[in-house]
């Protein structure tokens, strides 16, 4: 089966990273896979895009960046080209675009987002015309499920498939925490209001009065640049600079959960977090909010769900947390193995019946 996974940007994010993982999986199992992009890849991905080409995938990314009918025709040549068997389209607007597109090829929708996408009344209209467009709709979470009923209306072939983490990328590792000068608190994830680093640097600033030595790593890709200098200056306005280090995004993330104390993920929504999945699977001690998508995690060994809002109460949890050992998390259906074989089955349901778009 030929199979593409389209983004709207190839970039250190966690869509794009599954997406990364899904097209890799696949093309070891024996399907033929690529991955496209609306837009070209942003410099964080060149390590991911190495990979990608070390494992036979193909990278179908345009070389500039181009206007909206500009998107559209140089996605139209790019599937007509490759002769894809099904598209995956991961995230809302490249599923606009792929089913704008007079394509004979089945496209699968898969919901991503960490917030609602449909609250915006253009968004609703515009995916209420497309929705049928979809052979089938994948959701992330189960809150994707209620935003898109909510606004849309059920779509016959709506399944949810939680994402999934390769495991192989920690199975090999000691479960001892790698040495480090001073206990590290680490949070990863990009710098936008929904990730609420604020309430991280809040709390940091009364783990630092408990913990003098304690350090905060806060690193990801800066989607809101407002947003990250203000997390700079409140990091400035409460005397922590010596002891926070902002940083953009980082592809080392096994290295940074096992080199940390502690994993921090205060965010006011989710779809269903690939960083968090990872921290779980690092047995590294997690102090995360209390929203949906993290209460299967509530009574995993090590995991401190709190409001982080209550700066007084995420204090708390992330001292407590840097004084208990890693753990071992049950992560059976969260694997990549699991979410990889799942999207399999969905493509041979969508393509099931049709002619192969491969040469003959």
Not at 123 to 142: D, K
Not at 150 to 178: E, K, Q
Not at 317 to 323: D, G, K, P, Q, Y
Request: charged share 20%; proline share 6%; glycine share 6%.
């Amino acid at each position: 089966m030929r199979i593409v996974h389209l983004v709207l940007a190839p970039r250190l994010s966690g869509a794009e990273v599954l997406a990364k993982d899904l097209a890799i999986h696949q093309q070891r199992g024996g399907e033929t896979v690529a991955i496209a992009s609306l837009t070209p890849p942003h410099e964080d991905f060149t390590e991911l895009q190495a990979e990608l080409v070390a494992s036979g995938v193909q990278c179908l990314f345009p070389d500039r960046m181009h206007g909206r009918f500009g998107k559209l025709w140089q996605l139209h040549r790019t599937i007509r080209e490759y002769r894809a068997d099904v598209l995956f389209a991961h995230a809302t607007i490249p599923a606009f675009y792929a089913r704008m597109l007079p394509l004979a090829v089945p496209i699968v929708y898969v919901m991503h987002s960490a917030t609602n996408d449909f609250e915006s009344h253009m968004f609703r209209r515009v995916e209420r015309v497309l929705s049928r467009r979809a052979r089938a709709v994948i959701a992330v979470s189960p809150a994707n499920i209620d935003d898109y009923v909510g606004a849309v209306g059920r779509h016959p072939a709506m399944t949810l498939i939680p994402n999934g983490v390769d495991m192989a990328r920690f199975s090999m590792r000691s479960m001892r925490s790698a040495a480090s000068a001073s206990p590290q608190i680490v949070q990863i994830g990009r710098y936008t209001s929904v990730k609420n680093q604020l309430s991280t640097v809040h709390a940091f600033q009364q783990v630092v009065a408990r913990v003098p030595d304690a350090r905060l790593l806060l690193c990801g890709v800066i989607e809101d640049p407002a947003y990250h200098a203000a997390v700079g200056d409140l990091v400035d306005k409460l005397g922590l600079s010596n002891n926070v280090s902002l940083q953009g995004p980082r592809s080392d993330v096994a290295e940074l959960l096992f080199s940390s104390n502690v994993f921090a993920m205060p965010s006011r929504s989710e779809g269903h977090s690939i960083a968090f999945l990872e921290a779980l699977a690092s047995g590294v001690p997690v102090v995360a909010s209390t929203i949906r998508p993290f209460s299967f995690a509530a009574d995993f060994p090590g995991v401190h769900l709190c409001d982080p809002d209550d700066t007084k109460t995420y204090a708390d949890a992330l001292v407590h947390a840097l004084t208990e050992p890693r753990s071992h998390r049950p992560l059976g259906g969260l694997t990549l193995a699991d979410t990889a074989a799942r999207y399999l089955a969905v493509a041979r349901e969508v393509t099931r019946g049709m002619p192969s778009a491969a040469p003959a």
